[in-house]
């Protein structure tokens, strides 16, 4: 059981140019979300679904697209990237409101900087 | 997290217990969580507490809720230096997370 696969692990873009991380879960958990991590600034919410065909901004969506075509697939997609996106990107899931107690699993994240 | 807060630091010596503290704003949150990152990895999920529960304790790990004043404490018994971490608390609300900044725990031995 893999849990939450992300890839890459690492990646060095230049500004302006565009990528796609990619997530996938095969644990048919109906949540979805993912975060940025910087320091001192904890976690913050980037997009999340609730389900296939469903997604919604979280606090810092700018920048950020998002779509949700299968249960198991998440991919977030930088459209132009800028310095201000180097972070390291966590996607993680969760089994809906039958999985309450199980909270969040996590990916090991994706490194990424832009110069 | 703009909902969720905790303090940045927190240093103990082994042996002694730890207690991380944290205040979330959202009283309809249902449950409440303590999660775990130590370096280059992702966040793990270390234990839970239904906001109909006060306390709830799991072997080394006792959680406080207080909702009258939104206040989350995780204590950590006999701290180790395995603990050493960042421990994040958070809150789930219509299907988001919400977490805090973390709190980056040392022990030093």
């Known amino acids: 059981n893999a849990g939450v696969t992300q890839t890459p692990k690492f990646q060095v873009l230049k500004t302006g140019q565009s990528m796609t991380l990619q997530c996938a879960q095969d644990?048919?958990?109906?949540?979805m979300s993912w975060y940025r991590q910087d320091p001192g600034m904890g976690l913050r919410l980037i997009h999340y679904?609730?389900?296939?065909?469903?997604?919604d901004q979280g606090e810092v969506p700018n920048g950020y697209n998002v779509s949700r075509s299968t249960t198991e697939d998440f991919p977030l997609r930088l459209l132009s990237a800028a310095p201000s996106q180097t972070s390291v990107y966590f996607c993680?899931?969760?089994?809906?409101?039958?999985?309450?107690?199980?909270?969040?699993?996590f990916g090991s994240g994706t490194r990424l900087t832009v110069v | 997290g703009e909902d969720v807060e905790q303090s940045l630091f927190l240093s103990v010596r082994e042996g002694d217990s730890s207690v991380i503290n944290c205040t979330y704003t959202?009283?309809?949150?249902?449950?409440l969580y303590w999660y775990k990152q130590e370096p280059g990895a992702g966040l793990q999920l270390l234990t839970y507490?239904?906001?109909?529960?006060d306390m709830k304790q799991d072997q080394r790990l006792t959680v406080l809720l207080n909702k009258k004043d939104k206040h989350l404490s995780l204590r950590i018994a006999d701290t180790q230096t395995g603990d050493s971490a960042i421990y994040f608390c958070?809150?789930?609300?219509?299907?988001?997370?919400?977490f805090g900044d973390g709190t980056t725990l040392t022990v030093k031995p």
């Open positions: 679904s609730v389900g296939a065909g469903i997604t």
């Open positions: 644990m048919n958990h109906e949540y």
């Open positions: 959202d009283s309809s949150s249902t449950y």
């Open positions: 507490i239904f906001s109909n529960m």
């Open positions: 993680a899931s969760s089994d809906g409101q039958a999985g309450r107690r199980m909270g969040y699993t």
């Open positions: 958070a809150e789930l609300l219509s299907g988001k997370s919400t």
